[in-house]
T-cell receptor, first 111, second 115 residues
Framework: AQSVTQPDIHITVSEGASLELRCNYSYGATPYLFWYVQSPGQGLQLLLKYFSGDTLVQGIKGFEAEFKRSQSSFNLRKPSVHWSDAAEYFCAVGGNEKLTFGTGTRLTIIP | KAGVTQTPRYLIKTRGQQVTLSCSPISGHRSVSWYQQTPGQGLQFLFEYFSETQRNKGNFPGRFSGRQFSNSRSEMNVSTLELGDSALYLC??????????????FGQGTRLTVV
C-alpha cells in the first residue's frame, strides 16, 4: 500500500528565511511524487512533480524538491519565502490511478 | 483554457437527504477523480473515471457513487447523508493516457455541510 508522511503539522518562518517541508513516502515501485499547495477555501495547485530522471526538480513560485530514494523522501525547499507563500502544502504519491496525500503542513509567515 | 469547474461551490443539506455534485473537467481531459477533504481524515480518494468507466475506487461506503458522461463531465452522489459527510469535495482532471505521468488539475471544490 502507498502512504505519505508529513511529520510537520505547522511550520512558522520569517519572511525572507529559507524553508524546507519534509515528506516521506512508502510505495512499492518507482514513485510518482507531487507537491501541491492549497490556499484557504481553494482547490489544490501543483507546485512540482517527479516522475524520473534528475532527482532535483524545479517548480513554480521558486520551489524545488529533491527525491532521495535511499531515504524515501521528497522534501520541498525554497531559499526565501514570501508572505504570499502562507498556505497548506501537501505531498502526494501517485499510483494505480489515484493520489495518496499526506496530512499536510500549514505554513505561517511572520514579518 | 477554462479550468476544472465544480458546482455548486457551497451546499447545505440535512441528514438523510441525498446530494449530487458536478464536475466539468478541462476540455479534452478524459480522466476525472474525486477526493474528500476533511480536517480529521485529510484528503482521501473516492473514485476515478475514464471514458465513462470507473477505474478505481477508494474505501468509502456504497452511499458514495459517481458516474461520467460521454462529454467527460462527472457527477458524484451521496445518499442518506450523515453529519460526517461534511467536507470539501474536490474533483481533478487529467488529459488521458497513463494516469500518473500527467498533471492532475483540481477544481476549487464543493463545500458540503450536513446539518
Amino acid at each position: 500500500a502507498q502512504s505519505v508522511t508529513q511529520p510537520d503539522i505547522h511550520i512558522t518562518v520569517s519572511e525572507g528565511a529559507s524553508l524546507e517541508l519534509r515528506c516521506n513516502y512508502s510505495y512499492g515501485a518507482t514513485p510518482y511524487l507531487f507537491w501541491y499547495v492549497q490556499s484557504p477555501g481553494q482547490g489544490l495547485q501543483l507546485l512540482l512533480k517527479y516522475f524520473s530522471g534528475d532527482t532535483l526538480v524545479q517548480g513554480i513560485k521558486g520551489f524545488e524538491a529533491e527525491f532521495k530514494r535511499s531515504q524515501s523522501s521528497f522534501n520541498l525547499r525554497k531559499p526565501s519565502v514570501h508572505w504570499s507563500d502562507a498556505a497548506e502544502y501537501f505531498c502526494a504519491v501517485g499510483g494505480n490511478e489515484k493520489l495518496t496525500f499526506g496530512t499536510g503542513t500549514r505554513l505561517t509567515i511572520i514579518p | 483554457k477554462a479550468g476544472v469547474t465544480q458546482t455548486p461551490r457551497y451546499l447545505i443539506k440535512t441528514r438523510g437527504q441525498q446530494v449530487t455534485l458536478s464536475c466539468s473537467p478541462i476540455s479534452g481531459h478524459r480522466s476525472v477523480s474525486w477526493y474528500q477533504q476533511t480536517p480529521g481524515q485529510g484528503l482521501q480518494f473516492l473514485f476515478e473515471y475514464f471514458s465513462e468507466t470507473q477505474r478505481n475506487k477508494g474505501n468509502f461506503p456504497g452511499r458514495f457513487s459517481g458516474r461520467q458522461f460521454s462529454n467527460s463531465r462527472s457527477e458524484m452522489n451521496v445518499s442518506t447523508l450523515e453529519l460526517g459527510d461534511s467536507a470539501l469535495y474536490l474533483c481533478a482532471s487529467r488529459p488521458t493516457g497513463h494516469p500518473m505521468n500527467t498533471e492532475a488539475f483540481f477544481g476549487q471544490g464543493t463545500r458540503l455541510t450536513v446539518v
